[in-house]
């Protein structure tokens, strides 16, 4: 059975980092494009990052670009994602999706992980 599992979050004062890990079993991560996404409360679930197959294409949202980076390991079969200088609006649930190529449309995105915490805060 496929499944991704998020693992990382925690609760971290602003400007500090934490990093994301998602594990995938039972399918071959290297076939996958790996999209990471947030939700706070009260709002939509938005893309933050996605990694390609290969590795070789990166994307960002512009409200994390240059804090974040998205990382693979095939060999490990997860994905990472490298926060630093955390904000308070950085505060949400964070999943882990898997499809054939990214997207930033969490729509668009056919196996998901249940999601870990993140909370930004003094």
């Known amino acids: 059975q496929l499944q991704l599992v998020e693992s990382g979050g925690g609760l971290v004062q602003p400007g500090g980092s934490l990093r994301l890990s998602c594990a995938a079993s039972?399918?071959?991560?290297?076939?996958?494009?790996i999209g990471w996404f947030r939700q706070a409360p009260g709002k939509e679930r938005e893309g933050v990052s996605c990694?390609?197959?290969?590795?070789?294409?990166?994307q960002y949202a512009n409200s994390v670009k240059g804090r974040f980076t998205i990382s693979r390991d095939n060999a490990k079969n997860t994905v990472y994602l490298q926060m630093n200088s955390l904000k308070p609006e950085d505060t949400a649930i964070y999943y882990c999706?898997?499809?054939?190529?990214?997207?930033?449309?969490?729509?668009?995105?056919?196996?998901w992980g249940q999601g870990t915490q993140v909370t930004v805060s003094s």
């Open positions: 999706a898997a499809n054939r190529v990214c997207s930033r449309y969490a729509t668009n995105m056919n196996y």
């Open positions: 039972g399918f071959i991560l290297d076939y996958y494009a």
């Open positions: 990694i390609n197959s290969s590795g070789g294409s990166l």
